[in-house]
């Protein structure tokens, strides 16, 4: 959970305004092309701890290396079983091993109840899979950290479809979610 947050006028004036960017936001309007963003995006205080929303078996994970801005984090996707065309990606995560404080990239791997994380491992909701990724904070809000759920699934010929996570999360985590993002 992300905890106590004070809102100052330079998160309201700075570029992007927002703790959470739902699923089916516009971002660009006005410019071609403009964009619906196929995920939700959640910003955060530093060290905000991340839990797993849903149960599943690790599909794939991936080191995210940046050039231009920080980013410097993990992407892990869960499916539900072995033979499902159904994804939930979570974006923007760092290992519970990193030193949070540290100004330096922290690749060290992702760890979940105590087991380096690999492609076929199980996973829980509710399991802690790390700390939230890297955001640079441009708006001297406190928010430097930051994670995007995806939801979807493989459809016909390859094409992924995006859903709306919340509709798919794990009721154990569904009911704390939601009064989250609404308290």
């Known amino acids: 959970m992300m905890g106590p947050f004070k809102f100052r006028n330079p998160f309201f004036n700075g570029p992007f305004p927002t703790v959470f960017d739902e699923f089916g936001r516009v971002h660009e309007q006005g410019n ?17 701890k991340l839990i797993s929303p849903v149960s599943g078996l690790v599909d794939d994970f991936s080191w995210q290396p940046t050039d231009t801005y920080k980013q410097d984090d993990w992407e892990l996707i869960i499916k539900p079983s072995r033979f499902s065309a159904w994804r939930v990606s979570i974006d923007h995560v760092l290992s519970l091993s990193c030193d949070i404080g540290s100004k330096e990239v922290c690749d060290k791997p992702l760890i979940v109840n105590g087991e380096a994380v690999k492609v076929g491992m199980q996973i829980n909701a509710g399991d802690k899979i790390g700390y939230a990724g890297n955001l640079v904070d441009n708006t001297n809000s406190g928010m430097v950290g930051r994670t995007e759920i995806t939801v979807g699934r493989f459809a016909s010929e390859g094409v992924f479809e995006s859903y709306c996570p919340v509709m798919y999360l794990d ?13």
């Open 32 to 48: 071609q092309p403009s964009m619906r963003t196929p995920l939700s995006n959640i910003d955060s205080l530093p060290a905000t």
């Open 171 to 183: 009721d154990s985590v569904k009911q704390n979610f939601r009064d989250s993002i609404s308290a």
